[in-house]
């Protein structure tokens, strides 16, 4: 298995465009969860799902963020409209089942908003 | 809310020697503490975890100590070397009530050669 596959790996974007994120998470896993990583707030948990179903999204920051799971092998996280404070690398990660268990975090997306 | 602290911010060690952090967490229903290691501009990778249910586990030179009724665990890692340079994530999560990882703060290590 290749693992978990974001993309972009990279995106620079204008503050007010919409940028969308994708995840594809390993094949069989049942949970997908997307986090953010910064410096100052560390690695912080938006959204996760449970068999595409979204459990908790309390992470979430704000009504621009929004994200789907419209099947078990793709996820999409999405900011609209971006703002230059979303700046930050944004990590996907499956796993087994959502009780404790292993994450296997993809290679993330650095997003630079202007 | 739930909280996870990870102490120290930074390490640095010179190799050979032993490298200790320390995380305490908040939610008494944590029974799983997985730790990660992120190397510079890579993904996160598990490297060890513990359930509730064991006080200690060990992998070679790494091993992770749990103490419940404290509320606190540590990583620890011998002979130290070069490449273990890196930023480490201790969290904890639960299974009931709903499942979140809480993951620390993170620990970067600097390993001296």
């Known amino acids: 298995d290749a693992g978990v596959i974001q993309s972009p790996r990279h995106e620079v974007t204008e503050m007010g465009q919409e940028v969308t994120l994708r995840c594809k998470p390993i094949?069989?896993?049942?949970?997908l969860f997307w986090y953010r990583q910064t410096m100052m707030r560390g690695l912080e948990l938006l959204i996760y799902?449970?068999?595409?179903?979204?459990?908790?999204d309390s992470g979430m920051p704000e009504d621009r963020f929004s994200a789907k799971m419209p099947n078990a092998s793709f996820s999409t996280l999405k900011i609209q409209p971006s703002e230059p404070r979303d700046s930050a690398v944004y990590f996907c990660?499956?796993?087994?089942?959502?009780?404790?268990?292993?994450?296997?975090f993809g290679s993330g997306t650095q997003l630079s908003v202007l | 809310g739930e909280n996870v602290e990870q102490h120290p911010s930074t390490l640095s060690v010179q190799e050979g020697d032993s490298a200790v952090i320390k995380c305490t967490y908040s939610?008494?229903?944590?029974?799983?503490f997985p730790w990660y290691k992120q190397e510079l501009g890579k993904r996160p990778q598990l490297i060890i975890d513990?359930?509730?249910?064991?006080g200690e586990k060990k992998d070679q030179r790494i091993a992770v100590t749990l103490n419940k009724t404290a509320k606190h665990f540590s990583l620890h890692i011998t002979e130290t070397q070069p490449e273990d340079s890196a930023v480490y994530f201790c969290?904890?999560?639960?299974?009931?009530?709903?499942?979140?990882?809480?993951f620390g703060a993170g620990t970067r290590l600097f390993v001296k050669a």
């Open positions: 990660a499956s796993s087994l089942s959502a009780t404790n268990e292993k994450l296997f």
């Open positions: 094949s069989g896993h049942n949970s």
């Open positions: 799902f449970n068999n595409n179903v979204p459990i908790d």
């Open positions: 939610d008494s229903a944590s029974n799983y």
């Open positions: 513990i359930r509730s249910n064991v």
């Open positions: 969290a904890a999560s639960r299974d009931t009530g709903g499942f979140k990882t809480i």
